[in-house]
């Protein structure tokens, strides 16, 4: 079945140590997604792709790094330059195209805590 | 810039009707969705209008009017497993991002 996997599901960090967030789809979707989601808080937009080797920071891009180097994948690193961290992390993908409502499939997401 | 409000918590009783309002303003639109999202789960797709007017399916519905920057979701026939929040997203035409309010929290008591 196609989807979206993200992982791991759950990670524990010290402070200083740098962390990478897998996501892998096969939905052949040319466009993915971070988000991140603190408690009550709706979801704010890291980076994004649209395009294998292409991607434009959101709106907190700051302390985190991506890269495109594949169609089915795009792994996020949280670096020890992100002051607050722990946040639940959601990664999306969606067909882009002509005629299409190109919502966002989403994986099931990876809850990350800084001990 | 881009803003998206939507009320912090609403409740209703099973069986009832319950409008949750969106209002954003953006650079530029290029549709608007609603998202589902159980507490600790990954938000699941409802909706889209890109058009002015109603779009139905089944208990759901979600109506759009571009000249006032609104929106609404509509759900029918309440049923407890409709507690959750309800996220509104525009997607903005320049940059293609998928912007998201901050939810709206849905309480369904018996």
């Known amino acids: 079945d196609g989807g979206i996997t993200q992982s791991p599901k759950y990670l524990f960090r010290k402070e200083g140590q740098n962390v990478t967030l897998s996501c892998e789809q096969n939905?052949?979707?040319?466009?993915m997604y971070w988000y991140r989601q603190d408690p009550g808080q709706g979801l704010r937009l890291i980076y994004y792709?649209?395009?294998?080797?292409?991607?434009q920071k959101g709106d907190i891009a700051e302390g985190y790094s991506v890269s495109r180097e594949k169609k089915e994948s795009f792994p996020l690193t949280v670096t020890s330059a992100q002051k607050n961290p722990t946040a639940f992390y959601l990664c999306?993908?969606?067909?882009?195209?002509?005629?299409?409502?190109?919502?966002?499939?989403f994986g099931e997401g990876s809850r990350l805590t800084v001990l | 810039g881009q803003n998206i409000d939507q009320p912090t918590e609403m409740t209703a009783t099973e069986g009832a009707i319950v409008q949750i309002n969106c209002t954003y303003q953006?650079?530029?639109?290029?549709?608007l969705f609603w998202y589902q999202q159980h507490a600790g789960e990954a938000p699941t797709f409802l909706s889209y209008?890109?058009?002015?007017g109603l779009e139905e399916k089944g208990r759901f519905s979600s109506f759009l009017s571009r000249s006032k920057g609104y929106s609404y979701l509509l759900l029918k026939e309440l049923q407890m497993k409709d507690s959750a929040s309800y996220l509104c997203?525009?997607?903005?035409?320049?940059?293609?991002?998928?912007?998201f309010g901050t939810g709206t929290r849905l309480q369904v008591f018996p």
């Open positions: 209008n890109v058009l002015d």
């Open positions: 939905l052949n979707h040319d466009a």
């Open positions: 792709s649209q395009i294998v080797n292409d991607f």
């Open positions: 999306a993908s969606r067909k882009t195209g002509f005629g299409d409502a190109g919502e966002l499939f």
């Open positions: 997203a525009v997607r903005e035409k320049i940059t293609d991002k998928l912007i």
């Open positions: 953006t650079s530029g639109f290029n549709g």
